[in-house]
């Protein structure tokens, strides 16, 4: 079974311009996460997304990022424009949903963003 | 979220048994203990979870004591590949799981 998947695995881009990373979670998984961890610091939850519902977006920094999980498939962060502090490791993670589970999350590799 | 104190470091040689203490003091009656372990380059990988006494599995231990204040993550003899960040996250788990990712801990394995 394939896991979490995220493309780029790395992105340079410049100040102001804009970029869209995406997550494939793992098949069948309701529950998508976005992290990130900038330079130096911990690991940040971002939002949280139930099927193609936004559960919890109390960790996005700003109006600059714009989460979708069309379908409730796949999903997409995008960040317009970005800027220096945005640089960093942005994770996706997945889980199943319901009682009785582990609380698991699966986590992908990471984008990597690089803003000049 | 409870919050969670553990090593910054810690270093050991192939072959010995590693223990990570994680301090929690502040663990409410629904939260479980849950460890990940992340590689340079990789996203964190769930290694164990627990809500009270001992687990184990094949990679690793946990030992929660009676007062659940605080865990250990045991790693029976490690070897260079287990280098990587230990993190000790504290939750209620089921549908919703926002994990609140602390400092975690470097174990560094030398030969």
């Known amino acids: 079974e394939a896991g979490v998947t995220q493309f780029p695995s790395h992105s340079v881009i410049e100040k102001g311009q804009t970029v869209t990373l995406r997550c494939d979670p793992i098949?069948?998984?309701?529950?998508l996460y976005w992290y990130r961890r900038v330079m130096g610091k911990e690991i940040k939850f971002l939002l949280h997304?139930?099927?193609?519902?936004?559960?919890?977006e109390s960790g996005m920094p700003n109006n600059r990022f714009l989460a979708e999980r069309t379908g409730g498939t796949y999903s997409t962060l995008k960040v317009q424009p970005a800027e220096l502090e945005d640089s960093g490791v942005y994770f996706c993670?997945?889980?199943?949903?319901?009682?009785?589970?582990?609380?698991?999350?699966?986590f992908g590799e990471g984008s990597r963003l690089t803003v000049l | 979220l409870a919050k969670t104190t553990q090593p910054i470091s810690m270093d050991s040689y192939e072959g010995q048994e590693v223990n990570i203490t994680c301090s929690h003091n502040?663990?409410?009656?629904?939260?479980?203990i849950t460890w990940y372990q992340q590689f340079p380059s990789q996203g964190p990988r769930f290694i164990i979870q627990?809500?009270?006494t001992k687990v184990t599995n094949e990679v690793a231990s946990l030992f929660i004591p009676a007062d659940r204040k605080s865990s250990t993550l045991s790693l029976p003899r490690v070897s260079l590949s287990d280098t990587a960040v230990y993190y000790c996250?504290?939750?209620?788990?089921?549908?919703?799981?926002?994990?609140?990712f602390g400092a975690g801990t470097r174990l560094a394995v030398h030969p």
């Open positions: 098949s069948g998984h309701d529950n």
């Open positions: 502040n663990i409410a009656t629904n939260d479980y």
């Open positions: 627990g809500y009270k």
């Open positions: 993670a997945s889980s199943q949903l319901g009682q009785g589970r582990t609380g698991e999350l699966f």
């Open positions: 997304f139930v099927k193609e519902s936004k559960q919890d």
């Open positions: 996250l504290v939750g209620v788990i089921g549908g919703y799981n926002k994990l609140i």
